[in-house]
């Protein structure tokens, strides 16, 4: 059974700091490409950063570059997003999500979604 399990989540400021898990189990890792989302109610879902499986070349949406960055650990099977000068509009549920061949920052091209993780930025 494949599962990605999303976890890091949490109350920060602005200006402040956290990193996201995903831990996947039950699928060949080493060819699988991560990307995180996030949504938020009632606005559509959106990617935020994906990594690749076999390069490990990395993608972000514009208004996240420079301020996060995504790496994966290919031993501990786990994809990290570590994210430094959070603003409030970054405010959501933030969902780990794997797929085979290259990565995406488009949710509709993955197969594996994890359980979202709430990340609130206060100002």
């Known amino acids: 059974e494949v599962q990605l399990q999303a976890s890091g989540g949490g109350l920060v400021q602005a200006g402040g700091s956290l990193r996201l898990s995903c831990a996947a189990s039950?699928?060949?890792?080493?060819?699988?490409?991560v990307g995180w989302f996030r949504q938020v109610p009632g606005k559509k879902r959106e990617g935020v950063s994906c990594?690749?499986?076999?390069?490990?070349?990395?993608y972000y949406k514009d208004s996240v570059k420079g301020r996060f960055t995504i790496s994966r650990d290919e031993p501990k099977h786990t994809v990290y997003l570590q994210m430094n000068s959070l603003r409030p509009e970054d405010t959501a549920v933030y969902y780990c999500?794997?797929?085979?061949?290259?990565?995406?920052?488009?949710?509709?091209?993955?197969?594996?979604w994890g359980q979202g993780t709430q990340v609130t930025v206060s100002s």
């Open positions: 990594i690749s499986s076999n390069n490990g070349r990395t």
């Open positions: 039950g699928i060949s890792f080493d060819d699988y490409a």
């Open positions: 999500a794997g797929k085979g061949g290259s990565s995406s920052l488009r949710g509709d091209d993955y197969d594996y």
